[in-house]
C-alpha cells in the first residue's frame, strides 16, 4: 500500500508540474504573439506615413528645380 500511495503522489506531482508549465507556456507564447503584433503595427505604420513624406518632400523638391 505504501508504494502505491508513492506512485499515486509522484502522478499527482508530475500532473500538477506539467500543467504549470503549459500555463508558463501559453503565457509566453501569448505575450510574443502581442509584442510581435504591435511592433509590426508601429512598424508598419512608420513605413507608411515615412513613404507619404518622402512622396510628398519628392513632389516638393521636383518643383522647386
Known amino acids: ?3 502505491i ?5 509522484i502522478v499527482v ?3 500538477i508540474a506539467l500543467g504549470l ?3 508558463i507556456f501559453k503565457f509566453l507564447v501569448g505575450a510574443v ?3 510581435g503584433l504591435i511592433a509590426g503595427g508601429i512598424w508598419l505604420f ?3 506615413t515615412g513613404r507619404s513624406r518622402r512622396a510628398m518632400g519628392a513632389e516638393r523638391h521636383s518643383t522647386l528645380r
Open 13 to 15: 506531482v508530475a500532473w
Open 1 to 3: 500500500m505504501d508504494k
Open 33 to 35: 504573439f502581442w509584442v
Open 46 to 48: 512608420s513605413a507608411v
Open 5 to 9: 500511495l508513492k506512485v499515486a503522489g
Open 21 to 23: 508549465l503549459g500555463l
